[in-house]
């Protein structure tokens, strides 16, 4: 029996260009089984307000609009969704929510993704900007690291054609958590295989069997068949670098890794970890990270 898939999906003011809805469109193929949720955050200047035909323009309206209103107050959303309509998207799958971006976009995100138990929030071109935002002090950085409870999809100019996934593994939990996202995500699109990758420092790679292991009983127990599912071992001492060459060589849609990947003890030593490494690197693919 398939399981829905419920995605949030930021959108910006160029759908066109929109970097979260062409990785959508392009990787998924059983779009029955994908429920979208098209995300928008309104500036937060002082003069924005909805168009005031169809909302009132007061502090009181509700902080997210839905479906037939957003669309109407902002018509760049109602063409991102008859977009997706037009490349077969069924019509009850996709929905349109804006909110006024009181709180910022980056935070508005996270409210929304812990308010609407998505199982991803997709990110565009902006995702990096809104990441080193989160970063830049203490208390967004515990945010970042230690309070989400959804991962998220950073797409970096997504290159139709690409598919399969490559699923970085070191033995840790967010690794492990990061199969068993993949394996959900997959488990209805078997167009694309798992590759699990373990990067070591020398050639002596004595937990990589374990490692695999492991992160193996992740993607079988979401239903991936063992057919799908390969398995590489690469010695480096740059992990983040490696891990992007062959993104790159193998051409694969998306790169899996846990946000603990590597994770340092220090905050100043925060963009130092290879999880970051890859989200600044990564292009042609989207980067997903979860905790």
């Given at each position: 029996m398939s399981m829905e898939k419920h995605l949030l999906v930021a959108c910006g003011d160029a759908y066109h260009t929109s970097q979260s809805l062409r990785f959508t469109y392009q990787f998924f193929t059983r779009r029955e089984d994908l429920r979208l949720t098209l995300f928008?955050?309104?500036?937060?200047?002082?003069?924005?307000?909805?168009?005031?035909?169809?909302?009132?323009?007061?502090?009181?309206?509700a902080a997210?609009?839905?479906?037939?209103?957003?669309?109407r107050g902002v018509p760049i959303m109602d063409q991102a969704r008859d977009w997706l309509l037009s490349m077969g998207f069924p019509a009850d799958r996709v929905r349109v929510k804006i909110s006024q971006g009181r709180l910022g976009t980056v935070k508005e995100i996270v409210k929304?993704?812990?308010?609407?138990?998505?199982?991803?929030?997709?990110?565009g071109r902006r995702g990096l900007s809104w990441f080193e935002?989160?970063?830049?002090?203490?208390?967004?950085h515990r945010i970042l690291w230690e309070s989400l409870t959804f991962p998220i999809w950073i797409c970096r100019n997504p290159?139709?054609?690409?598919?399969?996934?490559?699923?970085?593994?070191d033995g840790s939990e967010q690794c492990l958590r990061a199969a068993d996202h993949v394996g959900y995500m997959l488990r209805e699109e078997p167009e694309h295989s798992v590759t699990l990758l373990h990067v070591c420092e020398d050639a002596c790679c004595v937990d990589a069997e374990k490692f695999f292991t492991e992160a193996?009983?992740?993607?079988?127990?979401?239903?991936?068949?063992?057919?799908?599912?390969?398995?590489?071992?690469?010695?480096?001492?740059?992990p983040a670098k490696t891990?992007?060459?062959?993104?790159?060589?193998e051409k694969f849609a998306a790169v899996a890794i846990g946000r603990g990947f590597h994770e340092p003890s220090a905050f100043d030593s925060l963009f130092a970890t290879t999880s970051l490494k890859v989200m600044r690197?990564?292009?042609?693919?989207?980067?997903?990270?979860?905790k």
């Open positions: 928008y955050v309104a500036p937060r200047q002082a003069d924005w307000r909805f168009d005031p035909d169809t909302l009132e323009a007061h502090p009181e309206v997210c609009i839905e479906h037939d209103k957003a669309v929304e993704c812990e308010e609407g138990l998505y199982d991803a929030a997709v990110l935002e989160m970063v830049s002090d203490s208390i967004s290159e139709r054609g690409r598919k399969n996934v490559l699923v970085c593994v193996l009983v992740q993607l079988t127990d979401n239903g991936v068949a063992d057919e799908r599912i390969h398995f590489k071992v690469l010695t480096s001492r740059n891990i992007l060459a062959e993104a790159e060589k690197g990564i292009e042609g693919a989207a980067l997903w990270l979860c």
